[in-house]
């Protein structure tokens, strides 16, 4: 590659990872002060507040039990009386039978004495023989001997005094009464006060939720949802936590009374309960049934055994039941519950240790879901600090060109070259291409392009690109080096999609430079600029192109545009026959150039179903427009929801797509006979897309989507944003789909296409006259971590 300049900065600059001002020594003082008030206040009102935060956390778990039996009639006072009756006679008869446990297992001890004896005997004579500090040990001996000697016959010595010591008429009978009464006294208020709160949190959980509300302030709808949000996921973690650890627990206990280790029930539900604290839990539960097992059998099989037993239910439950119940969503980093647990310890003790996880779960939750408390999810979460973009650029300007390729394979096995290139890679090269004067030295520049420059050739050599006829496509950097690795990421993408692709070096516009491009069986051109303003420069480089070739189709890659779609006008005042602004759209409209116009513009063939899907579109009856009324208001009601231009329910025909249902008056063809519906001709309807795939089909912008900029009904519709998710029905059949149109670009979240399946199920139900089926809810998984080790959340 040509060595070049990176682009002076263009404007808005990259995104800051810190404040551009120093640091606010007052806000920082603020700040410190507040946290050592809040320490102090949960250090010296622990006697209070411990009790509260196993009530809550106890309410949040308990909370989903409740409202199951309100949903069924019970009234709420009943339905809290009973779980916290359920609980209190499991956690009683549970008690009961560890203490009997304990009882028969305290009497079984002392026949174990022998044993032990016998095997630490073995044990001392396997270890006996010369050691390799014995003579040391001899030495150091025989010197303490002497000087002990020495001192006794020393003159002078004085003989050490007799003890002493005074006997009272010692302590009541009350005071030895209440001496043996106040340890026990203090856990029984505190369990008691436990349970006064678990009972009336659950019992006005409501009233208390409004007042958090109202603390809270602001948005009442973020609010809200914030609360709601926190509630789920908390009360969900904490279930989730109780079935992973009986899960465990039960296992445990029955595997060791196969072995015929005494007390299997107290050790399987010491290991549920320790499998609460993080890390240290499963350690110290597994010690007692391995000293136990030690006591129990002359042998070593008995110990063996249970140590098999207790690996193997740690893999089995870390690999395949947590990553079952909670998926794969990341929560807590391990820095953060080990440094939660020593702040929760330091502060409650055992009882903190054992509370460390909740409550870190807790506020690891409300800053994902409150802006106030947003530094807890930066602190305490798993997910990376960094976007992918900023995490690359960052590895490249510490010139760790190794670490952001492992960052790119990561990426891009999660969802390939041409998504990396468009939606990362273009975004490494803006963050660059803005702190060009900004913040950057010479040294990172270069840093910057020597990690690009070895990034791109081991993705090359990782994702090699099938050789598949004579190079037609040229791809050129306009003027900056930013621009020619640009082009480098679009012809690995082009080739990748079967586009012979080609680069040319960038330089100057000169006649000599421009002959020397060698375009001359080359049928199409793209030009690629960082630049906000490249018109000057663009006009140039396409008059000498087009003087030079006369034939040459140009496409003008912006990829550092500002808002705002370039117009036909735009790209005809330039010279140049399309404006692209995005790998994914330049291989779109490049693959289309060479020859493959037609088949991408094809109509998608009929899904495999098809005889099935029109006969059960036949049995519904829709297109007699019984339901038309129906359909209409939920279309009106998708529209309101999404807040778009407008919404329609299409059912798909063999040969036609029909209006069912519309939120208002669609111009286009109409049906003859009444009640008269538009329709088109089936290979123009958007919706046939979302039926060949069976899928929802999202298009943010259909401008800059091939397949849809010249469709008949997105011009005469005047759509720029179209989303349509299948009209599904019980036996698998898409009918048709319910849309969103907007006449502006706009992006749609993996939450709102939820709510519209839920509206698409309303409208089959309305179709087919048969109860809705929800489908699954999308997850949205949040972005990759590269730490091993941490605490998952459910989603």
Do not use: C
């Given at each position: 590659m040509t060595s070049q300049q990176l682009p002076p900065s263009s404007g808005a600059s990259a995104p800051d990872i810190l404040p551009a001002s120093g640091i606010d020594i007052v806000r920082m003082a603020a700040w410190l002060v507040t946290g050592t008030l809040i320490i102090g206040l949960l250090y010296f009102g622990q006697e209070v507040l411990i009790p509260l935060a196993i009530a809550f956390l106890v309410s949040f778990a308990l909370s989903p039990l409740v409202r199951i039996l309100v949903r069924r009639g019970v009234p709420q006072i009943a339905a809290v009386s009973v779980v916290m009756l359920t609980v209190i006679a499991m956690l009683l008869g549970l008690g009961l039978l560890i203490a009997s446990q304990v009882s028969v297992l305290s009497a079984e001890l002392p026949a174990y004495q022998s044993t032990i004896r016998t095997k630490i005997a073995t044990l001392?004579?396997?270890?006996?023989?010369?050691?390799?500090?014995?003579?040391?040990?001899?030495?150091?001996?025989?010197?303490?001997?002497?000087?002990?000697?020495?001192?006794?016959?020393?003159?002078?010595t004085v003989a050490d005094p007799l003890p002493v010591t005074v006997i009272g008429d010692g302590p009541s009978p009350f005071a030895t009464a209440m001496a043996w009464l106040a340890p026990a006294l203090a856990p029984l208020a505190t369990l008691g006060i436990v349970v006064v709160f678990v009972f009336l949190v659950l019992l006005d959980r409501g009233d208390l939720r409004d007042r958090?509300?109202?603390?809270?302030?602001?948005?009442?709808?973020?609010?809200?949802?914030?609360?709601?949000?926190?509630?789920?996921?908390?009360?969900?973690?904490?279930?989730?936590?109780?079935?992973?650890?009986?899960?465990?627990?039960?296992?445990?206990?029955?595997?060791?009374?196969?072995?015929?280790?005494?007390?299997?029930?107290?050790?399987?539900?010491?290991?549920a309960v320790m499998r609460f604290i993080p890390y240290v839990g499963p350690m110290l539960s597994a010690i007692f049934p391995l000293a136990l097992a030690f006591a129990v059998d002359p042998g070593w099989e008995m110990v063996l055994m249970a140590l098999a037993l207790i690996v193997a239910l740690e893999l089995v439950s870390n690999n395949i039941v947590e990553p079952m119940l909670y998926g794969t969503s990341t929560g807590l980093s391990a820095l953060s519950l080990i440094a939660a647990a020593t702040f929760w310890t330091a502060l409650w003790g055992p009882l903190g240790l054992i509370l460390s996880t909740p409550l870190t779960v807790c506020l690891l939750v409300m800053g994902r879901n409150l802006p106030q408390l947003a530094f807890f999810d930066t602190l305490l979460g798993s997910t990376p600090a960094l976007d992918l973009p900023t995490r690359i650029y960052q590895r490249l300007i510490a010139d760790d060109p190794d670490e952001a390729y492992d960052i790119a394979s990561d990426a891009i096995r999660a969802t390939g070259v041409t998504e990396f290139y468009d939606e990362t890679g273009m975004e490494v090269l803006r963050q660059a291409s803005d702190d060009f004067h900004a913040v950057a030295r010479a040294e990172h520049r270069l840093r910057v392009v020597e990690g690009m420059d070895s990034l791109l050739d081991d993705l090359r050599e990782d994702h090699p690109a099938p050789t598949s006829g004579p190079v037609r496509t040229v791809c050129i950097g306009g003027k900056w080096q930013v621009d020619a690795i640009a082009a480098e990421m679009l012809v690995h993408a082009l080739c990748l999609a079967g586009v012979p692709a080609a680069q040319r070096p960038a330089g100057a516009v000169t006649a000599r430079y421009v002959d020397g491009l060698d375009l001359e069986r080359v049928d199409t051109v793209c030009i690629g600029y960082f630049s906000r303003d490249p018109d000057a420069a663009v006009r140039g480089f396409v008059r000498r192109l087009r003087r030079r070739w006369p034939g040459l189709h140009i496409v003008l890659a912006l990829w550092?545009?500002?808002?705002?779609?370039?117009?036909?006008?735009?790209?005809?005042?330039?010279?140049?026959?399309?404006?692209?602004?995005?790998?994914?759209?330049?291989?779109?409209?490049?693959?289309?150039?060479?020859?493959?116009?037609?088949?991408?513009?094809?109509?998608p063939a009929p899904p495999a179903d098809e005889t099935a899907r029109l006969e059960a579109l036949r049995r519904t009856a829709v297109l007699d427009g019984h339901a038309r009324e129906d359909l209409d208001d939920l279309a009106a009601r998708a529209a309101?929801?999404?807040?778009v231009g407008f919404a329609f329910i299409s059912a798909i025909d063999a040969d036609a797509e029909y209006i069912v249902g519309q939120s208002m008056d669609l111009p286009g063809l109409r049906t003859e006979t009444e009640p008269r519906m538009t329709w088109m001709p089936r290979a123009d309807a958007l919706c046939n897309h979302v039926v060949a795939m069976d899928d929802t089909l999202v298009v943010p912008d259909t401008d800059r989507d091939p397949r849809f900029s010249d469709n008949p009904a997105v011009r005469q519709w005047q759509g720029r944003f179209y989303v349509g998710t299948p009209l599904r029905t019980a036996d698998g059949h898409v009918l048709g789909a319910l849309c969103l149109m907007d006449r502006a670009p706009r992006e749609i979240e993996d939450s709102e296409l939820d709510l519209l399946d839920r509206i698409a199920a309303d409208a089959v139900a309305v179709m087919t006259k048969e109860e809705a089926v929800i489908p699954e809810p999308r997850r949205e998984e949040p972005p990759a971590s590269r730490a091993v080790l941490g605490q998952r959340i459910p989603d």
């Open positions: 001392g004579q396997s270890m006996e023989g010369p050691g390799l500090f014995d003579g040391v040990f001899q030495t150091i001996a025989t010197v303490q001997e002497q000087l002990a000697t020495a001192l006794q016959d020393a003159p002078g958090l509300i109202r603390l809270l302030g602001g948005n009442l709808h973020r609010s809200t949802d914030a609360l709601e949000e926190a509630g789920k996921r908390i009360s969900k973690y904490l279930l989730m936590q109780l079935v992973v650890n009986v899960t465990y627990g039960i296992p445990m206990a029955l595997g060791l009374w196969a072995i015929g280790v005494p007390g299997w029930i107290l050790w399987g539900t010491l290991a550092n545009a500002p808002e705002g779609a370039p117009s036909e006008d735009q790209a005809e005042a330039l010279g140049v026959d399309r404006i692209v602004l995005s790998v994914d759209e330049a291989v779109r409209r490049l693959s289309l150039m060479q020859d493959e116009r037609a088949a991408a513009l094809a109509p309101d929801v999404f807040d």
